[in-house]
C-alpha cells in the first residue's frame, strides 16, 4: 500500500503583504500529478489546509479542486484540521467533502464516535487513527463529556492527549494498515520558526512517549519542517509545503510517501517539489552590499537582505530594492549596538517630546546622538503619522 502524509498548506497565507496561494497551488499541482503517477492508495492531510479559520474564497476553491482531483484518480483521503483551521467549519462541511472522497475531522474525537476511520483501498483496508489539533480548553470541555462523574474525568492536559490517542488505536487489526494522524508538537523536533510559538512550547509540547507504539506510521502536522522524530520512531512531520518565511529558506520542501503492508515496518521516502518562489537570506556590510545585491539581482524568489553597519543609514532600503526589486525584508544590524536592553520608563502624554525621546533611544542603543539629517527624517515621518491619526 502506497500512502502519502502532507501536511501545511497554508491556503491564503499572505507574507510581508504578498499572498502565496498561487505557489502554494503549484506545489499542489505536483504532488497531484506524483499522486497519480506513483498510483498511491490514500493521501493523509495532517491539518492547517489553511492558513487562518475564516479562509478567502479562493484559497479553499484551490483546496477542493486538488481534492477533486483525487477524487477523479480514485484516491480517497483523510484531512484533519490544525490550528490555523476552524474545527468548528471543517466539521460543518464535512459531509459534503465526502462527497469528493475525503473523510474530514475538525475536533477531535474517540474511536468510537469517528476519531478511527477506516478507508477501503483498492490494495486492501487502512485504518488512520485522526486527532485534530484542539486546545488546552476545547479538549477539557469534551473530556467533561467523555468521562461523565468527577472521579473519571482528567484534568490534564497531555494526560487527556496521551488517553485519547491511545484510543484512536482500538480499531487497529491485523489485518489492516494502521496509521495514527496528528496536529500537534512533538519534544525535540526542529522548528522552523514560522510555526504559532505558543503551540509549540510547554503544555502544547509532547514526549514522543506519548505516540502510541501500536501505529506501523505517525503522520504528524504542525512543524514546518520534514523531520523523523527519532532514529527508530514511526513518526514523521511531512512538513510545510512550500518554504513559508525566511526560517525555513532554502529548505527542500515536498511530501512523505509510504510503502507499508499489514504487520511490517513503514518504508518512508520523502519526494520534494520544487518551490515556484524560493526564500533566501542574504548577509553583507555596507562595503560589499553592492556586489552581493547584483549577484542575487535575477533570484527567482523572494530575499531577506541583513546588512551590518556601524550606524543608520539613510535610504538604505531603496538602495537595497534599486538592484532587488524581491527583496522584501531588509533588517540594519549595528555591529556596536549594546545588547541589554534599556529599561523602560512611564511617560506622561501631556509632556511628551518624541524628538527628545527618539534622541534618547538612539543614545541608548548606539551610543551616539543622531545626526541632524536622520532627526529631520524621523521628526517628518512622525508628523505624517500623526496627521493619518488625526483624519
Not at 492558513?51 to 479553499?60: G, M, R
Not at 505558543?198 to 514546518?224: C, D, F, M, N, R
Not at 526589486?325 to 506622561?348: K, W
Request: proline fraction near 5%.
Amino acid at each position: 500500500m502506497r500512502i502519502i502524509h502532507t501536511a501545511d498548506w497554508h491556503l491564503g497565507r499572505r507574507f510581508r503583504g504578498i499572498d502565496r496561494t498561487s505557489e502554494i497551488a503549484i506545489a499542489l499541482e505536483q504532488m497531484l500529478k506524483q499522486a497519480k503517477e506513483l498510483d498511491v492508495d490514500a493521501v493523509l492531510v495532517a491539518g492547517d489546509i489553511f492558513d487562518v479559520p475564516n479562509p478567502p474564497a479562493y484559497a479553499e476553491r484551490i483546496a477542493y479542486h486538488f481534492f477533486c482531483e483525487l477524487q477523479a484518480a480514485g484516491i480517497p483521503a483523510i484531512a484533519i484540521a490544525g490550528n490555523h483551521d476552524s474545527a468548528s467549519r471543517i466539521d460543518s462541511i464535512a459531509q459534503l467533502l465526502s462527497l469528493a472522497g475525503v473523510r474530514a475531522l475538525g475536533k477531535p474525537k474517540r474511536s468510537a464516535d469517528g476519531g478511527s476511520i477506516t478507508l477501503n483501498t483498492k490494495s486492501g483496508k487502512l485504518c488512520v487513527g485522526a486527532m485534530p489539533f484542539a486546545s488546552e480548553q476545547r479538549l477539557l470541555d469534551a473530556n467533561s463529556l467523555w468521562h461523565s462523574g468527577d472521579a473519571n474525568r482528567r484534568q490534564n492536559y497531555r494526560e487527556i492527549v496521551t488517553d485519547l490517542l491511545q484510543n484512536l488505536t482500538r480499531d487497529f487489526r491485523d489485518n489492516t494498515v494502521n496509521m495514527l494522524m496528528a496536529h500537534m508538537s512533538i519534544d525535540g523536533a526542529r522548528l522552523a520558526k514560522s510555526e504559532v510559538a505558543y503551540y509549540t512550547q510547554e503544555k502544547y509540547l509532547h514526549p514522543s512517549q506519548t505516540l502510541p507504539p501500536e501505529a506501523q506510521y505517525v503522520a504528524l502536522g504542525h512543524i514546518h519542517i520534514h523531520q523523523r522524530i527519532a532514529k527508530n520512531s514511526p513518526a514523521y512531520y511531512s512538513g510545510s509545503l512550500i518554504q513559508l518565511d525566511f526560517g525555513e529558506a532554502e529548505q527542500e520542501k515536498g511530501f512523505c510517501l509510504i510503502e507499508v503492508e499489514p504487520g511490517s515496518q513503514a518504508k518512508v521516502e520523502f519526494k520534494p517539489v520544487a518551490c515556484n518562489k524560493p526564500l533566501k537570506v542574504l548577509k553583507c556590510d555596507n562595503d560589499n552590499l553592492d556586489a552581493v545585491l547584483e549577484a542575487h539581482q535575477y533570484h527567482p524568489g523572494f530575499l531577506k537582505v541583513i546588512v551590518d553597519l556601524d550606524s543608520p543609514q539613510i535610504g538604505l532600503a531603496d538602495r537595497v530594492r534599486q538592484i532587488c526589486s524581491q527583496a522584501v525584508s531588509i533588517e540594519p544590524r549595528y555591529r556596536d549596538a549594546p545588547l541589554e536592553a534599556t529599561e523602560i520608563t512611564n511617560i506622561d502624554p501631556n509632556n511628551f517630546d518624541p524628538a527628545a525621546e527618539f534622541c534618547n533611544y538612539y543614545q541608548n542603543r548606539l551610543g551616539r546622538t543622531p545626526q541632524p539629517a536622520v532627526l529631520e527624517g524621523f521628526q517628518d515621518l512622525y508628523n505624517k503619522f500623526k496627521e493619518t491619526a488625526n483624519n
